[in-house]
């Protein structure tokens, strides 16, 4: 999901008390699911980014927030995906995810005039 260099960055990381769990996720989420044929790695990180919102997994929505703009999903998307949330998974799991995008938004520089509709104005 992150390319090598975040491939490295999860290895750099495991300890004996979660080397079982990343060996799990390395090879079974990544290394299997996330290869498949039949969806891009943008529609995945949409899907996964969307599932997260709506089982209010905070700590991992904003990881996979970080992995979808690597994967070419724009700030936009990520904000209407938590948005559309609001009908199906309720007010609290939206507003979460768009707290979660807000912090990882501010992490990478990412301004949160997106589209202008706060301001009545609408950029391109």
Known sequence: MFGPEGAEGQTEHTTDLNDKIQDFVTRNCFGD?????????IDRSKITFAMLVATGRAHETRIHARGALANGVTPLQ???IAVHATLYCGIPAAVDGLKALEEVFAEKGISLDLDGESTGKTTV
């Open 33 to 41: 699911i996330w290869q498949r044929d039949h969806l891009t790695t």
């Open 78 to 80: 990520l904000r209407e």
